[in-house]
C-alpha cells in the first residue's frame, strides 16, 4: 500500500514541484523553458547530447516522456532518476549503442489526459469511459493524446531536425516511456507508423487507471493494438514488467499485448518482452534495466 500511494503522489505531484534547471553528470544538457505549442500546454524541453557530438555528424533521435525523471534526481520529489545520460554515456563508449541525441518531453498537471491513449478510450462502452474520466482527474475531461502527439510529431521533431545534426527518417527515431509514458509511447508508434521506428515501453500502464485493476479498461487497449499495430518489417517494440507494487497487475495484460505481436508477425528480430522478478514501478527500477531497451532501438 506504501509503493501504491507514493505511487499516486508521483502522479499528482511531480508536474506541479517547482521546476528547476535539471544537470547532466555526461554529455551536455540543453534546456528550454516553457517550449510553446499550438495544441498543448507549454512544456519544458531537455535535449542531451552525447560527448563528442558534432554538427559534421549526424544521429538518431530519442523521444522520452517525462523529461523530469530522466537526468538529475535532485530536482525530483522522490529523489530517483532513469540515469539516462550515465547509461547511455557507458553504451556508447563500449560500442553496444549508436551515439544518439534524447529529447526529454516534460510533464505538465495534464500527464495523465495527455498521456492516454483516445482511440483506446474510444473503444470503451461509455459506462466505463465516465468512470475512467473521474480516474484521470476530470469528470469531464476527454484524453488528449492526439494533441500531444500532434505537437511532438509536428512541432517539436521540426524544431529538433532544425536546431541539431539529426538522422531524420523513420529508422532513426525512437520513443520511450514507462508507465502512461509506456502507453502513449505505444500510441504514438501506432499513430504515426511513418515517423517513429521504434518504441520502448516499459511497465506499461495497461489497466489504464491508478484505482483499480480493471480488465476491461485493459481490453480497449488490446483492441487497438489489434487494428493498429504497424508493420513488423520496419518497426520494432520492447515491453517489461515488473512484478512487485503496481507492475504486479501487469502481466497478465501483456502475455495478452505479446499473444497479438506475435499474430502480427512480431519475431525476436523486431520485439522482445522481458520480466523482472521483484521489481518494483519507480525511476529506480527502470534506470536499472535502461540498457536493454536503449540496445534494442539505438542498436549497432
Known amino acids: 500500500m506504501y509503493k501504491l500511494l507514493a505511487f499516486l503522489a508521483f502522479l499528482f505531484l511531480s508536474s506541479s514541484i517547482k521546476a528547476q534547471k535539471p544537470a547532466a553528470s555526461v554529455g551536455k544538457l540543453v534546456h528550454y523553458d516553457k517550449f510553446t505549442s499550438r495544441h498543448v500546454a507549454p512544456r519544458n524541453i531537455d535535449v542531451w547530447l552525447p560527448e563528442g557530438y558534432s554538427p559534421r555528424k549526424k544521429y538518431p533521435v530519442l523521444y522520452m516522456h517525462d523529461g523530469q525523471m530522466l537526468f538529475d534526481s535532485s530536482i525530483n520529489w522522490n529523489r530517483q532518476e532513469w540515469s539516462v545520460d550515465e547509461t547511455l554515456s557507458r553504451l556508447i563508449a563500449g560500442r553496444k549503442v549508436r551515439p544518439c541525441i534524447v529529447v526529454g518531453i516534460w510533464n505538465t498537471p495534464d500527464r495523465r489526459v495527455e498521456y492516454y491513449p483516445a482511440k483506446a478510450f474510444a473503444l470503451l462502452p461509455p459506462a466505463l469511459q465516465d468512470t475512467l474520466r473521474k480516474d484521470l482527474g476530470d469528470p469531464a475531461a476527454q484524453p488528449r493524446s492526439d494533441a500531444y502527439l500532434r505537437f511532438i510529431v509536428e512541432e517539436l521533431k521540426p524544431f529538433i531536425d532544425s536546431a541539431y545534426s539529426t538522422k531524420k527518417d523513420r529508422g532513426n527515431t525512437f520513443i520511450m516511456g514507462s508507465s502512461m509514458g509506456g502507453l502513449i509511447s505505444m500510441y504514438a508508434i501506432c499513430e504515426y507508423p511513418e515517423v517513429f521506428g521504434g518504441a520502448a515501453c516499459l511497465s506499461t500502464h495497461w489497466p489504464g487507471s491508478v484505482f483499480r485493476n480493471d480488465p476491461n479498461i485493459a481490453a480497449g487497449f488490446i483492441a ?56 518494483e514501478h519507480s525511476e529506480r527500477a527502470w534506470g536499472k534495466r535502461l540498457e536493454k531497451p536503449l540496445r534494442k532501438m539505438v542498436k549497432k
Open 224 to 279: 487497438y493494438l489489434e487494428q493498429h499495430l504497424p508493420d513488423p518489417v520496419t518497426h520494432r517494440f520492447y515491453f517489461d514488467y515488473g512484478t512487485a507494487t503496481l507492475d504486479a497487475w501487469y502481466e497478465p495484460y501483456q502475455k495478452a499485448v505479446d499473444k497479438r505481436m506475435a499474430q502480427r508477425g512480431y519475431t525476436a528480430k523486431n520485439w522482445i518482452t522481458l520480466r523482472f522478478e521483484g521489481e
